[in-house]
């Protein structure tokens, strides 16, 4: 199934939205990591490997340049470009300001997980995720 929404960065009415400041230049619906701080967090995209579960995790919903402060969904349901095929009910993980199946650990358990896909879609494709919700 598709997601209804029509762009990576759009989001539902009940998510959480923080303000970050960015330190480089990021697209609107780019998964971030979030670098707390004790004035303004800092965001950044998403590296090439899949992100610890240990930081943070935003998307942005915005474009926001170097060096500015932006809006950010930082929990409840967003939609994001899928990196692989993500199906519905699959836990992804942040991988290169998109979102990847989490890939397994050697223990068998899911790495990285920052959400869980509420409507999959194929590589390439704008899914829908609920940022935060893993259960």
């Known amino acids: 199934m598709a997601s209804s929404y029509t762009s990576a960065g759009e989001f539902s009415d009940s998510a959480r939205i923080r303000y970050f400041k960015a330190t480089e230049a990021i697209s609107k619906g780019e998964t971030l990591v979030v670098t707390p701080a004790a004035t303004i967090s800092t965001v950044a995209v998403s590296g090439t490997a899949d992100v610890s579960a240990n930081y943070p995790c935003a998307v942005a919903t915005q474009a926001i340049e170097d060096g500015s402060t932006g809006a950010c969904v930082v929990y409840g349901e967003v939609a994001v470009t899928a990196d692989g095929a993500c199906y519905d009910d699959e836990l992804v993980a942040a991988k290169s300001g998109k979102v990847a199946p989490a890939a397994d650990s050697a223990t068998g358990l899911p790495t990285g997980v920052i ?21």
């Open 115 to 135: 959400g869980r896909i509420t409507e999959g879609g194929l590589d390439g494709a704008i899914v829908t995720m609920f940022l935060g919700r893993v259960v």
